[in-house]
């Protein structure tokens, strides 16, 4: 488990290039037969990415939790972005197609990580926070996921948006997921930006080109920053910060969202004139 500070955004001011990657962009999340996490002191959201292949592979609360397993004191949300796999919770098994979401509840003691076929592993991405109560564990698979189209062609940003986990859908005590789909010859996603400060946000990039780029837009709305961003890479998003990006190429995102309340709507848009 890797561990990330939170940031005070005038201290984000002086970031160098690698600084900023540092703190906010995790490279590295999916390694064949390894749990890779990202533990973030942003509203305490553990990332991470799994690519079980012979063996199972156990989500671990390791020493950093210091709790005796994972799940006791927090939920998470699980989604696959490759070829098929299988999670099991306490001896209950649930498999994820490409792009199900997966939900389990807190004090779940027992989840493990499967690939249907070993020789061409599932890639499940997760993110996880703190939770009070048990909410049911249960898959919401793409093709039952309600879709909202957003944008236009004239923009650049005509996508599809599917919320997993949030009021409406899969519950959660605090955690909420979602799928962002952009369609091809569109690269915007998120703009006009827009910051919560109740929340904070986690963005993975996927189904990419190994040659293409999203460049990430980030900071204060009058004090942006950006990083390039490849394939399969994520972005901790603080509260201050507007999450917005522009891609070579069309591109896939899954976001998170945990924090004080749990409205999906809950969000400032920045007028044009502000953003500098
Ligand atoms: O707070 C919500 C998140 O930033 C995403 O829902 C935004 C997004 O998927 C998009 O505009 O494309
Ligand atoms: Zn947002």
């Not at 984000?12 to 995790?26: A, G, H, N, V």
């Not at 493990?112 to 909410?135: G, I, Q």
């Amino acid at each position: 488990m890797e561990f990330r500070y939170a940031t005070n955004p005038e201290d984000m001011k002086q970031y160098t290039t690698d600084k900023l990657r540092d703190e906010f962009l995790i490279e590295s999340l999916f390694v064949e037969g390894e749990l890779k996490m990202v533990y973030s002191h942003y509203d305490r959201v553990v990332v991470g990415g799994v690519i079980p292949t012979q063996q199972e592979i156990k989500l671990d609360a390791g020493d950093a939790l210091r709790t005796e397993y994972f799940l006791e004191r927090r939920e998470i949300g699980i989604v696959n972005i490759g070829p098929a796999g299988k999670v099991v919770v306490d001896g209950e098994e649930f498999t994820l197609n490409k792009r199900d979401c997966l939900y389990i509840g807190l004090g779940k003691e027992n989840v493990t990580f499967h690939s249907e076929d070993p020789s061409n592993p599932a890639k499940l991405y997760f993110v996880s926070a703190n939770a009070h109560k048990e909410y049911p564990t249960k898959v919401l698979p793409i093709k039952d996921a309600e879709p909202t189209r957003l944008g236009s062609d004239a923009e650049s940003n005509n996508r599809t948006i599917y919320k997993y986990i949030h009021a409406d859908g899969l519950q959660s005590s605090q955690l909420m997921m979602g799928m962002t789909l952009l369609e091809p010859n569109n690269m915007w996603n998120t703009m006009p930006a827009h910051v919560h400060d109740r929340r904070a946000e986690v963005y993975l990039y996927f189904d990419m080109e190994e040659e293409s780029r999203v460049f990430h837009f980030m900071g204060r709305p009058d004090e942006t920053r950006h990083m390039l961003v490849k394939n399969e890479q994520a972005i901790l998003s603080p509260p201050w910060s507007i999450h917005s990006g522009v891609g070579t190429n069309n591109y896939t995102f899954i976001w998170a969202m945990a924090g004080e309340n749990y409205t999906f709507k809950d969000m400032d848009f920045v007028p044009m004139e502000d953003l500098k």
